[in-house]
Nanobody
Framework: VQLQASGGGLVQAGGYLRLSCAAS????????MGWFRQAPGKEREFVAT????????LYADSVKGRFTISRDNAKNTVYLQMNSLKPEDTAVYYC???????????????WGQGTQVTVSS
């Protein structure tokens, strides 16, 4: 499966963005999907993940209550709604897909190219 992330940009603190991850090549209905991010000079970190059916999700503590992950299997797309953005959310955001696990992890098999999110103070 190929993943194409989009929707990043420059936004002021307190603003919002919605990231999209469009998949091609395979249907994502059999994949756990999720998002990671990597800030300059830092390790890639988990943001959110959603199970195949969309019936369950997990979030990093740093984004809980502000970010929402969702999926539309019919459109083969996963979304990350990011509200109340903070400067510390600035990073390149990567979507990931995993056909083997219940949720995505850093060891998941498929990754998109990343989209830059910059939050100004």
């Amino acid at each position: 499966v190929q993943l194409q992330a989009s929707g990043g940009g420059l936004v002021q603190a307190g603003g919002y963005l919605r990231l999209s991850c469009a998949a091609s090549g395979r249907t994502i209905s059999t994949y756990a999907m999720g998002w990671f991010r990597q800030a300059p000079g830092k390790e890639r970190e988990f943001v959110a993940t959603i199970v195949r059916s969309g019936g369950g999700s997990l979030y990093a503590d740093s984004v809980k209550g502000r970010f929402t992950i969702s999926r539309d299997n019919a459109k083969n797309t996963v979304y990350l709604q990011m509200n109340s953005l903070k400067p510390e959310d600035t990073a390149v955001y990567y979507c990931a897909a995993d056909p083997r696990r219940f949720v995505v992890t850093a060891e998941s098999d498929y990754w998109g190219q990343g989209t830059q999110v910059t939050v100004s103070s």
